[in-house]
């Protein structure tokens, strides 16, 4: 069993980890630490402009009618 040392930032050099891994740390008991790797999901590509426009136009946040049709509801006659 290999010993590590922490440094004055609480950090601990891990042989073998490459740089920007995560690591999950689970203490088992007073004393034990258990770290497993995170893997992170696998990105989902950006959506293209055409699939934004759709996504836009069928947006329930979305008016549905123009500005004019809302002024003449909303407004005294």
Do not use: F
Not at 24 to 47: D, F, M, S, W
Not at 52 to 77: F, I, Q, V, Y
Request: aromatic share 4%; hydrophobic share 30%.
């Amino acid at each position: 069993m290999k010993v590590q040392t922490i440094d004055s930032k609480r950090r601990l050099v891990l042989t073998g980890a490459k740089p920007g891994e995560s690591y999950a740390v689970h203490q088992t008991e007073q004393g034990h630490y258990e770290l497993a790797k995170v893997i992170p999901a696998p990105r989902k590509n950006k959506p293209t402009p055409v699939e934004l426009d759709k996504l836009l136009a069928t947006s329930a946040l979305t008016p549905k009618m123009d500005w004019e049709e809302l002024r003449s509801l909303t407004r005294d006659p």
